[in-house]
């Protein structure tokens, strides 16, 4: 017999609920949750690990052991490799419709504490706006060659990867059914049963939606480590910037945020293109989704990298050095790189003086090249001085209207323009997948096939 443990022992408070509290149990599967629920609930569901979820529906039953009453949901697993979509929209149908009084996580031990913990991560990530009310529990933890011994390092690890968890508690199959039920209902009688409420756009960002074909799997692994491949280069071409003169390292690392949100695109638009046909409508929006999320994350990740080691913030708009401002007449987009405040005419040159400078900028741009697996940066003539982050055929002679404009009058560029300039990757990419009248069909005739009652 395996004696459970917990770390915060507490006491339970006997409320005087309207309801008996309910608890729902979420992990991955073959954690443990559907043969800890039939032993607690004297029910006889089918248990076990596979490549899908055994739990295929949500499933409702009263704790028939211990003093205290309670309830418990079964959720499929949140790792499925099947009826993926299905399986989240009944993870977030019985996370919201009834009142909670705790989320209970369910983790099997690992001899490997981060093993433990990324699974836990993972199964968190679907309710991490809800961590207060979340109870870990770890399985099978007989297997551990010293449990008291490593009862205490694991709820540090637990506790430093997401400090807000209520509480940890210990169990295995051997353990006294009725011990569990005391201890989760200490737990669950310390928290105030709540409606959660979980929006579209969470359920996008937090749960997993998407599912990889058998015959997709190989190429999908590989676009992953193309996609971590790609942002290694780069983070090394970025610390190697870091010698640069200022000037230099503001120049080129405008240039690698820039080029590596296109060169992201660009493997997933080489996937997508490959596969997306084969795909049907659900099975591609979901993937579209959770592959631009990804992107935007790793974007946000070396953007977030970069920006400290630039002499000056690309989105602050007070800051001198960014003066782009928009032609009130023909609309083009303007960087100011000399002279006063005062009236101008758009499409204005720099004068012989300022391009007559010694190593004046405007001589070359930064070009990011692959070179036997590395990437590298040169400089590339050009033929004209930049007037602005317009394309290239705006060096020409003749380029903007010749209207006369005041530039301190100009109103500052919307946050939206400013940043569609600088091509920063944000979740609107995303956003619009998500908005798309195709996805929206299809995930409306998709759900409404899904049975999210409660079974018994």
Request: net charge neutral.
């Amino acid at each position: 017999m395996f004696r459970p443990l917990i770390k915060n022992p507490g006491t339970a408070r006997y409320r005087r609920y309207t309801n008996r509290p309910c608890g729902i149990l979420i992990g991955q599967t073959g954690v443990g949750k559907t043969t800890l629920k039939n032993r607690l609930c004297n029910t006889n569901h089918l248990a076990g690990a596979s490549e899908g979820s055994v739990t295929q529906q949500l499933v409702k039953n009263d704790v028939s052991v211990g003093t205290n009453a309670f309830s418990l949901i079964d959720t499929p697993g949140t790792d499925s490799q099947t009826h993926t979509y299905k399986h989240a929209v009944l993870l977030r149908a019985g996370l919201t419709a009834t009142d909670l009084a705790t989320l209970f996580i369910v983790v099997k031990y690992e001899n490997r504490y981060y093993k433990m913990i990324d699974n836990y991560l993972q199964a968190e990530q679907p309710v991490a706006n809800f961590t207060r009310k979340i109870v870990i529990l770890i399985s099978h933890m007989d297997n551990a060659g010293d449990p008291g011994a490593e009862f205490a390092k694991i709820c540090q690890s637990l506790m430093e990867a997401s400090p807000n968890v209520a509480n940890v508690i210990f169990f295995s199959e051997r353990s006294n059914p009725n011990s569990v039920a005391e201890l989760l209902y200490a737990c669950m009688s310390n928290m105030e049963p709540q409606r959660l409420t979980i929006s579209d756009d969470d359920f996008h960002y937090n749960f997993t939606l998407y599912q990889v074909r058998i015959n997709m799997r190989k190429s999908f692994e590989q676009y992953k480590k193309q996609v971590q491949a790609l942002l290694g280069g780069f983070s090394r071409l970025r610390d190697r910037t870091k010698k640069e003169s200022d000037e230099d390292k503001d120049e080129l690392f405008h240039v690698m945020i820039v080029q590596f949100k296109y060169d992201l695109d660009e493997l997933y638009d080489e996937f997508v293109g490959k596969y997306g046909t084969d795909m049907v409508e659900m099975e591609y929006f979901a993937l579209c989704i959770e592959m631009q999320r990804e992107n935007v994350k790793i974007c946000d990740r070396f953007v977030s990298s970069v920006t400290p080691l630039m002499t000056y913030n690309l989105f602050d708009k007070t800051d001198p050095r960014n003066l782009i401002k928009a032609c009130p007449f023909c609309g083009l987009v303007w960087w100011k790189t000399e002279g006063c405040d005062g009236e101008t005419r758009c499409g204005s040159r720099v004068s012989a003086a300022f391009d007559s400078r010694p190593n004046r900028r405007s001589w070359f741009r930064y070009a990011l090249e692959w070179i036997n697996g590395e990437l590298v940066h040169s400089k590339k003539p050009v033929a004209r001085p930049f007037v602005g982050p317009a394309q290239a055929s705006q060096w020409a002679d003749g380029v903007g209207c010749g209207r006369p404009i005041t530039w301190s009058e100009l109103p500052k560029l919307k946050d939206e323009v400013l940043f569609k300039i600088f091509e920063v990757k944000t979740m609107d990419e995303v956003k619009s997948i998500m908005q798309n009248d195709g996805y929206k069909k299809a995930r409306a005739n998709y759900v409404s096939s899904i049975d999210t009652t409660f079974h018994s």
